[in-house]
């Protein structure tokens, strides 16, 4: 079982639709979370940390579910600009920190 | 502010080669990653340092090293190239503190191998 999973999509949604990505995590120790765009051929950018109790910035809603090992990204009223990819990362420390990469979620947002 | 800085861009280098890639961290951020991102793949993890030490490394072979110097800037060495080497090298930095903080990136190094 991969330490990071991410269903990689595509998720082909219309403009002012609602989505949402799950990563799924197997280290139970894991300690920090994130989640990353990445446009066709550029560099990750940091969209959000997320948080124990669940944070939002604007259209943008990260939650974390220790019980059950995932971290969701929920992205409301969907924007042709938010078509890219979506990575979740998860740290955790086994004797050192360890960054795990998701593969990536697709989304294109069509008009 | 400044972010990430790489270079160089672009790098063409034969089989057997060596390859020095390089990194300047955003300002006050002592820590940086390098990660590699095949075609097609996701980002793996390389290496880690801090205050000029290495705290971590991935499931990569010895011919990737790397260092940091005195004033945060590190360099990834790959000796030996392979063909399947070829691929975007990214480099992060955060604040101290390790994997924990935010990581931000920088625009890669595409290095081709042939």
């Known amino acids: 079982r991969k330490e990071v999973e991410q269903d990689p999509g595509p998720f082909n949604v219309p403009e002012g639709a609602t989505v949402a990505f799950n990563c799924t995590y197997s280290n139970s120790a894991s300690q920090s979370f994130f989640w990353y765009r990445q446009d066709c051929r550029k560099e990750p950018k940091l969209l959000m940390s997320v948080y124990s109790s669940g944070n939002e910035d604007g259209r943008f809603t990260a939650q974390l579910n220790r019980a059950s090992q995932y971290i969701s990204l929920l992205i409301r009223d969907s924007k042709l600009s938010d078509s890219a990819t979506y990575l979740c990362v998860v740290n955790f420390y086994t004797g050192g920190f360890k960054t795990i990469f998701g593969a990536g979620t697709r989304l294109f947002v069509k008009a | 502010e400044a972010g990430v800085t790489q270079s160089p861009t672009h790098l063409i280098k034969t089989r057997g080669q060596q390859a020095t890639l390089r990194c300047s961290p955003i300002s006050g951020h002592t820590s940086v990653y390098w990660y590699q991102q095949a075609l097609g793949l996701g980002l793996q993890f390389l290496l880690w340092?801090?205050?000029?030490?290495?705290?971590n490394r991935g499931n990569f072979p010895p011919r990737f090293s790397g260092r940091q110097f005195p004033n945060y800037s590190s360099e990834l060495n790959v000796n030996a190239l392979e063909l399947e080497d070829s691929a975007l090298y990214l480099c992060?930095?955060?604040?101290?503190?390790?994997?924990?903080?935010?990581?931000?990136f920088g625009p890669g190094t595409r290095l081709t191998v042939t």
């Open positions: 992060a930095s955060s604040s101290t503190g390790g994997p924990s903080y935010e990581q931000y």
């Open positions: 340092y801090d205050e000029g030490e290495e705290r």
